[in-house]
């Protein structure tokens, strides 16, 4: 069992920046591919990013990329997310996943609780 806690999440300006954390517990954290996701209210959960479990390649959706960067630290068994240029559209509450690097999350076997994002203009 794998468990993970988001955090780093708050409130900024339209153009600033925030990064989140993701800490991971109960499993072996370099074995795992793993991923963003980010739900705005009325809306399905997206595919933000995700990464390989040697932290190589990273994989964005087409709205953050050249603003977000994934990345990961395997011997600190934590993920994380730096956003830049931030925009009122990321506003969302952004969970981590573990997995997988699909943009399907069913494809994710775990995820954390979330961390709130919140972009004003």
């Known amino acids: 069992q794998v468990q993970l806690v988001e955090s780093g999440g708050g409130l900024v300006q339209a153009g600033g920046s925030l990064r989140l954390s993701c800490a991971a517990s109960?499993?072996?954290?370099?074995?795992?591919?793993m991923g963003w996701f980010r739900q705005a209210p009325g809306k399905e959960r997206e595919f933000v990013a995700s990464?390989?479990?040697?932290?190589?390649?990273?994989y964005y959706t087409d709205s953050v990329k050249g603003r977000f960067t994934i990345s990961r630290d395997n011997a600190k068994n934590t993920m994380y997310l730096q956003m830049n240029s931030l925009k009122p559209e990321d506003t969302a509450v952004y969970y981590c996943?573990?997995?997988?690097?699909?943009?399907?999350?069913?494809?994710?076997?775990?995820w954390g609780q979330g961390t709130q994002v919140t972009v004003s203009s």
């Open positions: 996943a573990v997995g997988s690097i699909s943009s399907r999350s069913t494809q994710y076997d775990y």
């Open positions: 109960g499993g072996t954290f370099s074995t795992y591919s």
């Open positions: 990464i390989t479990r040697s932290g190589i390649t990273p």
